[in-house]
């Protein structure tokens, strides 16, 4: 799968991209992270990119035109164009689930923006998709990007070492993670549940599982509802909550 990032602060992406799971990741040529230096494609001879907004007010705004032609200097031969997404506090919620999506794509371009904004324009022209990463304002699209990146990567055949753990966990099942230990056994007073030094699987399995309830219950209730439950989840989520002093 290939990233290309279309950006003013192309040093940024490649601190982040280039270490850990996401440089191991390139390194085994499972996904392609290429940052495109917005600058590069203007062409005032001062490589100025961002200019005063029409009609006044504060802040510069992005132009159209060396975005453009950044952009199409990755589309330009290509025969089937990449979904192109802005990164913008006024797009979509990010979530797994668009994740997910994302990940069935074999090319994604990204925007990033900075200042008050881009020009109208060449949103119009180039972007398929708003996304937002929360609702609050980041200085720019780049981090905003590199969480995209980053969590539509993992769930790359590969990417993750062991094949299980993008499906295995958190959110992906719709609750939340049971809490895990590893040595030492006893740490600051504090001892590893005797359940998981027990060996016995299936019950390990039973107690895992309802820890993940139990913690969804406390501290993502909203996620409870949207999670999928079995009858035997909710037999237990019911004893979780008479436990918890939760129970209606
Ligand atoms: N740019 C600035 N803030 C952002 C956010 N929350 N999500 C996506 N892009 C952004």
């Keep these: 799968m290939r990233f290309d990032i279309l950006t003013l602060f192309p040093e940024l992406i490649m601190a982040v991209s280039g270490s850990s799971i996401l440089g191991r990741a390139q390194q085994k040529g499972l996904i392609e992270i290429n940052a495109v230096n917005i600058r590069d494609f203007s062409r005032d001879k001062h490589k100025k990119a961002d200019d005063y907004p029409y009609g006044g007010g504060s802040g510069m705004v992005m132009m159209?035109?060396?975005?453009?032609?950044?952009?199409?200097?990755?589309?330009?031969?290509?025969?089937?164009?990449?979904?192109?997404?802005?990164?913008?506090?006024?797009?979509?919620?990010?979530?797994?689930?668009?994740?997910?999506?994302?990940?069935s794509h074999k090319h994604l371009v990204l925007l990033c923006g900075h200042y008050e904004g881009v020009d109208e324009r060449v949103i119009e022209e180039i972007v398929d998709e708003e996304i937002s990463i929360g609702d609050y304002v980041l200085t720019g699209g780049e981090l905003p990007a590199l969480v995209l990146v980053d969590c539509v990567s993992r769930l790359i055949p590969g990417v993750l070492g062991n094949e299980g753990s993008s499906a295995d966990e958190s959110l992906v099942a719709g609750l939340l993670e049971y809490p895990q230990y590893t040595r030492p056994y006893v740490f600051l007073g504090r001892r590893v549940p005797d359940i998981l030094l027990?060996?016995?699987?299936?019950?390990?399995?039973?107690?895992?599982?309802?820890?993940?309830?139990?913690?969804?219950?406390?501290?993502?209730?909203?996620?409870?509802?949207?999670a999928g439950l079995s009858q035997e989840d909710l037999k237990m989520l019911e004893e979780v909550k008479r436990e918890e002093g939760l129970s209606d």
Excluded at 85 to 98: A, D, H, N, R, V
Excluded at 199 to 204: L, M, T, V
Excluded at 210 to 217: D, I, M, P
Aim: aromatic share 8%; charged share 30%.
């Design 64 to 103: 159209a035109e060396p975005i453009y032609e950044a952009y199409m200097s990755i589309v330009g031969d290509l025969e089937t164009k990449p979904l192109t997404i802005y990164l913008t506090p006024q797009g979509k919620l990010f979530s797994q689930e668009t994740a997910k999506r994302l990940a």
């Design 198 to 226: 027990s060996g016995h699987h299936a019950n390990i399995q039973v107690w895992r599982r309802r820890q993940a309830l139990k913690r969804t219950l406390l501290k993502r209730p909203d996620l409870l509802e949207r």
